[in-house]
């Protein structure tokens, strides 16, 4: 088994699709091994978005993710990262492909309802961001 962490975003946060969207990922084969809804500060968002703070979005996407509450949790499947970036779907919901969790709950771009790591070793380092080692393992 593989880990990945996903973060419902403030956009499907505010909409009410938390569990429409923790359905799908059930659906596909995901165990949720831990899970909760916070806010992040303007200070985590920075931290946790770090990788980005050279490129142009990276403010609207700090003053994004602190806009509204999330949920942050982190999903065991096999193949964990690569099956979870299919599930989710192209960052642009426009090119997203139909039944992705982006094409049916994301507005836009930035607007896009969920977080997904894109590697291994990100997802264990972007875990380690929103839990213990002992919540998740």
Known sequence: MSFTLTIIKPDAVKKNYTGKIIDDILQAGFAIRAMKQLRLTTEQARAFYEVHKERPFYDDLVAFMTSGPVVAAVLEKDNAVEDFRKLIGATNPAEAAEGTIR????????????HGSDSPENAVREAGFFFSYLEWS
Not at 103 to 114: G, H, T
């Open 103 to 114: 094409k049916k709950y994301a507005e836009s771009i930035q607007n896009n309802a969920v």
